[in-house]
């Protein structure tokens, strides 16, 4: 098992920047890939992107987030979310997760607020 917990969300303004961390706890041992969600009010969760089983920066990042947002991960156990240049449209309930041994994303987070505001 997994456990993880989302920290750093609030209220910016348009054009300013936030930081989500998500601090991992239980089987880390074993370096899951873990990645980043989001879910606006009225639509489907969104994949935002994902860090594989090594330390470094994101490897894959979607297409609206790209180029203002950075995913991290300093080791088994933190991965960091740096939005910049938010928009109203990235408001929304942002999600850690990570994955089962199956390559599913089995692990998920409470979830934390960010709103933007235009």
């Known amino acids: 098992q997994v456990q993880l917990v989302e920290s750093g969300g609030g209220l910016v303004q348009a054009g300013g920047s936030l930081k989500l961390s998500c601090a991992a706890s239980?089987?880390?041992?074993?370096?899951?890939?873990m990645g980043w969600f989001r879910q606006a009010p009225g639509k489907d969760r969104q994949f935002i992107g994902s860090v594989m089983r090594s330390i470094g920066v994101s490897v894959n990042l979607a297409d609206s987030v790209r180029g203002r947002f950075t995913i991290s991960r300093a080791n088994a156990n933190t991965l960091t979310l740096q939005m910049n240049s938010l928009k109203p449209d990235d408001t929304a309930v942002y999600y850690c997760?990570?994955?089962?041994?199956?390559?599913?994303?089995?692990?998920w987070g409470q979830g934390i607020q960010v709103t933007v505001s235009s």
């Open positions: 997760s990570a994955q089962g041994e199956d390559g599913s994303w089995d692990y």
């Open positions: 239980g089987r880390t041992f074993r370096w899951p890939p």
